[in-house]
């Protein structure tokens, strides 16, 4: 909420005497914000969707993706339709412009604002495999993370490919962390981390280019910070 509403004053440049501190703070925010949010859910789905030998409870699985797939579909088309009207009416558009053609492509091209809903649901059925659960799970995390530096130098928009490799890592710590890693679960693993994202947002707290750039959207960089500070939290 609180990144919402300072992203929402650097946009509308309301107190461009502060726009420095404000992007310093919208940045540290939103570099670990939603990294945060898939490490929780992939917390919730091990606690809720595995039983005490870690067989997962497909038929309760799917039941739940078939859930998040209504409301993935019902909202992306309201708000799809919602935007389009508003746009005509008032002649102008905020933020980005929405086509009859992104509404058509919402099976394979999540707008913007529902890309967690496509990505919650993918998680769920690739991380209930039960390969997944007899592969070393260092390995498993070492693989993703690369899969995570990677997935900024891609700009293939369908199946929202770049947010399912950025944010893999992230939603497989949650359910190590439920399942009381030990790696995971040491204090230096988690002081390493967090030291690194904090020199990484001091880095980026005044951006020194001309174009702004989120610390979130940098190869490499937004994995570490997303670690580090999912991690502390």
């Not at 770049?162 to 992230?170: H, P, R």
């Not at 790696?183 to 390493?192: E, G, P, R, Y």
Request: hydrophobic share 55%; glycine share 6%.
């Amino acid at each position: 909420m609180i990144e919402h509403v300072v992203n929402g004053y650097l946009s509308s440049d309301f107190f461009p005497a502060s726009k420095g501190l404000l992007w310093g703070i919208d940045n540290v925010i939103y570099g670990f914000h939603m990294q945060l949010f898939m490490m929780v859910s992939g917390y919730l789905f091990s606690r809720a969707y595995f039983n005490e030998d870690e067989v997962p409870d497909r038929k309760r699985i799917l039941k739940r993706v078939f859930n998040h797939l209504a409301v993935y579909f019902v909202f992306s088309f309201i708000y799809g339709l919602v935007k389009i009207g508003i746009d005509a009416l008032s002649g102008i558009s905020l933020n980005r412009t929405i086509t009859w053609v992104d509404i058509a492509a919402i099976p394979i091209k999540p707008i913007d604002l529902f890309w967690y809903l496509y990505v919650l649901m993918l998680f769920y059925l690739v991380f209930s495999l039960e390969r997944l659960k007899k592969a070393p799970p260092m390995i498993i995390m070492g693989i993703l993370v690369l899969l995570s530096f990677c997935s900024r130098f891609i700009s293939f928009p369908w199946f929202s490919v770049g947010n399912l490799l950025f944010y893999a890592i992230f939603f497989y710590m949650g359910i190590l962390k439920e399942k009381r890693n030990k790696f995971l679960d040491s204090f230096w693993v988690t002081a390493i981390s967090f030291v690194a994202a904090v020199a990484l947002w001091i880095l980026f707290w005044r951006e020194p280019f001309t174009v702004p750039r989120l610390i979130h959207y940098t190869p490499i960089a937004g994995t570490v910070v997303g670690l580090g500070g999912a991690l502390m939290v």
